[in-house]
């Protein structure tokens, strides 16, 4: 096995152990990008949500029993943003993931900087920039079972966490050098002020409106949508799905159609 960025030796030897068969159908079944890996990408991913999962302190909140079948759900999904990174570290800033059975509410109003929520009262989950990842499972499993509504909860909650890394949550994700930074910024500030007049309008788009309140979320929404509408978000926003596309490293418009040459 070729391992292309540094591992400890405990990640090797987690690694070299069979991957369990029951949890394949957690990873196969409830996440339609999976089936759309190239070989080495599979394998990475398999690997990743293990060290992931083992690293991580996972809590049930109202009584909810945190079962390996939520642990490799959750665990794949964060694995599926880096995947194609070219050197990741299993998300350090998250040392914790509570899973409540459903939606939750919350007291208190979500704080821009250092809390951000998915909604303000019932709350579906939560990202807080040096604590814990909170999640609703039943709507992590709506997700899968509702691909066509673009809406991927675990994978908005992970991307405030890679947006955290570089210590502000305000829709620029750890980059990797000064041109990245200065790409990212030309585009992805013309697309939020496009955005925030279209939601103004009360104009569809195939981002979600929630994107419109803040940078943060803007990030956050089309990470979502990147990953579930990635053909519908190229066709109507070529310029955003590339920055996104250079940042995530996987071409998923171009994976669908190749799988489905008729599907344009
Ligand atoms: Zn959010």
Redo the contacts with the bound molecule.
């Keep these: 096995m070729h391992f292309p960025w540094p591992f400890q030796d405990w990640h090797r030897e987690l690694v070299r152990q069979p991957f369990p068969e029951e949890w394949l159908p957690f990873v196969t079944d409830r996440m339609w990008q999976f089936s759309l890996l190239n070989a080495d990408e599979a394998e990475r991913l398999r690997g990743d949500l293990r060290i992931f999962m083992a690293e991580k302190n996972w809590e049930g909140a109202l009584g909810f029993d945190v079962t390996d079948e939520v642990k490799v759900t959750i665990s794949a999904r964060a694995s599926m943003l880096t995947v194609a990174f070219p050197k990741h570290d299993y998300f350090p800033n998250v040392q914790t993931i509570i899973v409540y059975p459903a939606a939750y509410t919350a007291p208190g109003a979500s704080v821009y900087g250092s809390v951000?929520?998915?909604e303000p009262e019932a709350r579906l989950?939560?990202?807080h920039g040096d604590g814990p990842i909170i999640l609703s499972w039943s709507d992590i499993i709506a997700d899968s079972e509702h691909r066509g509504h673009g809406q991927n909860l675990a994978l908005?909650?992970f991307?405030?966490k890679l947006d955290f890394r570089d210590g502000d949550a305000n829709g620029v994700p750890f980059l990797r050098d000064r041109k990245e930074v200065d790409e990212w910024a030309a585009v992805m500030s013309a697309e939020y002020a496009d955005f925030v007049e279209h939601v103004a309008h009360s104009r569809k788009s195939i981002i979600r409106a929630?994107g419109a309140?803040n940078p943060?979320?803007f990030f956050?929404?089309c990470t979502e949508c990147f990953f579930e509408k990635p053909k519908e978000l190229r066709a109507q926003k070529p310029e955003l799905y590339k920055t996104l596309l250079d940042y995530y490293g996987i071409d998923w418009a171009e994976r669908l159609l190749q799988v489905n040459p008729s599907h344009l």
Excluded: F, T
């Design positions: 951000v929520s998915s989950g939560e990202a908005h909650e991307a405030h929630y309140e943060a979320e956050a929404v």
